[in-house]
């Protein structure tokens, strides 16, 4: 099973569009975060959660902004998207804030068209 | 420009070769890591070597380090298809309360039959 869920796998948006991105985690990790791939970049630090607080931000865009409801979830939204915005957004998490082992999700592929 | 870099983007081995992904990076660092990601998943960790030590072993998987010259390697023994994958390496980037895990551009590894 996987430990690390998100949703959905594949998402189709329209440019201007906002979207959230689902990410639960069931390790009962303390930290957790989002990466971001795309093809013209490696896995792109975006951001790191403990606790439900946000500890590091890495994107300039206030456009996404990452949502923490529970200690084990944090959702992404984006808003006003555009189409360089499309990469795989992948959920991440590490028993402490201390990023030794990361354990990372299957990603959601965000396609904007 | 990237604080960890593997020195190839893409190698191609037949089932039962060897193999060796190199990697440098920038900073100082307490541990570099290795991970793994084959397609449509996200990445999962193979080893982590702390920078005091030269080398260390997961089955048929060996890292080195070298803190002098700032370099990292990792080798697969008897390859199989199922190595198949992007190997990154990753440094963790150390804050007063948090860190993060910074990856290189990933080398894409293929291994044929």
């Known amino acids: 099973d996987p430990k690390i869920i998100q949703k959905p796998k594949y998402l189709v948006a329209v440019t201007g569009s906002e979207k959230i991105l689902i990410c639960e985690q069931y390790?009962?990790?303390?930290?957790m975060y989002w990466y971001r791939q795309s093809a013209k970049k490696p896995l792109e630090f975006m951001f790191s959660?403990?606790?439900?607080?946000?500890?590091d931000n890495q994107t300039a865009s206030s456009r996404f902004q990452p949502q923490s409801s529970k200690k084990n979830h944090l959702d992404l939204q984006i808003t006003a998207l555009k189409p360089d915005d499309s990469a795989t957004y992948f959920c991440?998490?590490?028993?402490?804030?201390?990023?030794?082992?990361?354990?990372f999700g299957s990603g959601t592929r965000l396609t904007v068209l | 420009s990237q604080l960890a870099e593997e020195n190839s983007w893409a190698l191609s081995v037949h089932e039962g070769e060897s193999v060796t992904v190199n990697c440098s990076y920038k900073t100082s660092i307490t541990a570099l890591q290795w991970y793994r990601q084959k397609s449509g998943k996200g990445p999962a960790q193979l080893i982590l070597?702390?920078?005091?030590?030269r080398e260390k072993r997961n089955g048929r998987l060996r890292a080195t380090l070298d803190t002098s010259s700032q370099s990292s390697s990792l080798s697969i023994t008897a390859t199989r298809c199922e190595d198949t994958a992007v190997y990154f390496c990753?440094?963790?980037?150390?804050?007063?309360?948090?860190?993060?895990?910074?990856f290189g551009q990933g080398t894409s590894l293929s291994v044929v039959p």
């Open positions: 959660y403990s606790y439900q607080k946000l500890m």
């Open positions: 390790l009962g990790h303390n930290a």
């Open positions: 070597i702390r920078s005091n030590e």
């Open positions: 991440a998490s590490s028993q402490t804030v201390s990023a030794e082992t990361l354990y």
């Open positions: 990753a440094t963790e980037i150390a804050s007063s309360s948090f860190s993060k895990l910074v």
